[in-house]
């Protein structure tokens, strides 16, 4: 059964500090995994990620995908309070009756 | 433009009743998916339609249905409503069809809560 696993499912920081999500996935017919920042109803883009070991970054967020490991990683640094969400890891597969498979997510609470 | 906009945002109804949720995409999207979305089980796919014919569906009884309009808004149906349906449901458009590589654009959800 395909599925895509997150770690750490939540996550308490005080501004400033570094932090690293991971996301791990069994998936056939891999071809892209994304990542979504949840705040409060709608989901977000972040990131789409195609090729291993080239990493995507926008501004304090960045993320690389391991296609080896079957995994990426997700980091933020100097976090501020306005980080705080649930980030969200998908991988998009080629075929399926499930295009998109989520992870239940990773809440990350930044505190001043 | 006008993101993906879903109604109503929430709703309450009692188990055994129907509710039917819409959305409408970002304007020239013709593919539409919905998801289900509750603390435990995270984000689950229910459908995805794509120029009125519905492509994919996710491992959901048949109580759950929709369709897609010609304008490319869709509806989610759910009959006979249970306690475990009680969920957010996020609809999320794109131009091309999911497996085309191509990013989803989430609208804001419609809580549902079944008493």
């Known amino acids: 059964e395909d599925k895509v696993v997150q770690s750490p499912l939540s996550l308490v920081v005080h501004e400033g500090d570094t932090v690293t999500l991971n996301c791990s996935y069994e998936v056939t017919n891999f071809r892209s995994l994304l990542w979504y920042k949840q705040e409060k109803k709608a989901p977000t883009f972040l990131f789409m990620l195609?090729?291993?070991?080239i990493e995507k970054k926008s501004g304090r967020l960045s993320s690389i995908l391991d296609k080896k490991e079957l995994s990426s990683i997700l980091n933020i640094t100097a976090t501020q309070t306005g980080d705080s969400a649930i980030y969200l890891c998908a991988v998009l597969r080629n075929s399926g009756n499930t295009p998109l498979v989520f992870g239940k997510g990773t809440r990350l609470s930044v505190i001043a | 433009k006008a993101g993906v906009t879903q109604t109503p945002r929430y709703l309450i109804k009692t188990r055994g009743q129907q509710v039917t949720l819409s959305c409408s995409p970002i304007?020239?999207?013709?593919?539409v998916s919905w998801y289900q979305q509750t603390p435990g089980q995270g984000l689950q796919f229910l459908f995805e339609?794509?120029?009125?014919?519905?492509?994919n569906k996710g491992n959901f009884p048949g109580r759950f249905s929709g369709r897609q309009f010609s304008n490319s808004r869709s509806e989610m149906n759910v009959s006979t409503l249970e306690l475990g349906d009680s969920a957010l449901y996020l609809c999320?458009?794109?131009?091309?069809?999911?497996?085309?590589?191509?990013?989803?654009?989430f609208g804001s959800g419609t809580q549902l809560s079944v008493l």
């Open positions: 195609t090729s291993s070991g």
């Open positions: 999320a458009s794109s131009l091309a069809p999911q497996g085309a590589n191509e990013k989803l654009f």
């Open positions: 304007s020239g999207h013709r593919s």
């Open positions: 339609y794509f120029s009125e014919t519905q492509r």
